[in-house]
């Protein structure tokens, strides 16, 4: 099997069980949940897909001499930066399509939930809610992937280096 083959693979398990844990973990809240935390949770969901685009574009944008000028200085996190830079199409294929793609699934079904939460409450068509709630959710999530986009063009570095800063804590803590 041809390296490019083995991504494939990869990113497909990849993404059944991150979807598969997510997926369950917020299903199983929301059903012992009231309409304000499956409303919370949906929006915390579409913010983590946001925040995963804006980080799978900045490290297509980011300058990787930048960071070797920072891992000469000894900068924490300057050498998980350009790993991060130097795989930068993985990066932003795990962080803008497979987390990104799931937040954007596991938001629709919480979305699904809170359309017939409300259409319940109050006694309206479902199809009417759903439609609003579908919209809704989607125009959070592209509307606010676009306005990332735009900030991670222009800071590019910053984000890149602050990501590197967390993998650089997390690499020692675990």
């Known amino acids: 099997m041809k390296k490019k083959d ?14 598969l844990i997510v997926s369950g973990v917020s299903n199983t809240i929301s059903t012992y ?7 919370l949770i949906t929006i915390v969901i579409i913010i983590i897909g946001i925040i995963f685009d804006i980080i799978g574009t900045s490290v297509l ?9 920072m891992a000469a200085s000894k900068v924490k996190g300057s050498k998980e930066g350009i790993r991060l830079i130097k795989n ?9 399509d497979v987390v990104g793609d799931i937040c954007g699934i ?21 199809t009417l809610v759903a439609l609003l709630v579908s919209s809704f959710i989607s125009s959070m999530t592209v509307g606010g992937k676009a306005l990332g986009k735009k ?3 222009k800071n590019s570095d910053k984000i890149v280096a602050i990501v590197g800063k967390i993998l650089s804590k997390l690499k020692k803590t675990i």
């Open 106 to 126: 596991v938001s629709g079904s919480m979305g699904a939930m809170i359309a017939i939460y409300l259409s319940n409450l109050l006694n309206v068509n479902i």
């Open 61 to 69: 944008t980011a300058t990787e001499a930048n960071f070797h000028a």
């Open 33 to 39: 949940c009231n309409f304000y935390i499956l409303l």
């Open 6 to 19: 083995t991504w494939i693979v990869k990113a497909f398990l990849l993404t059944f069980f991150i979807t």
């Open 151 to 153: 900030y991670a063009t």
């Open 88 to 96: 930068s199409s993985n990066i932003a294929s795990i962080c803008n």
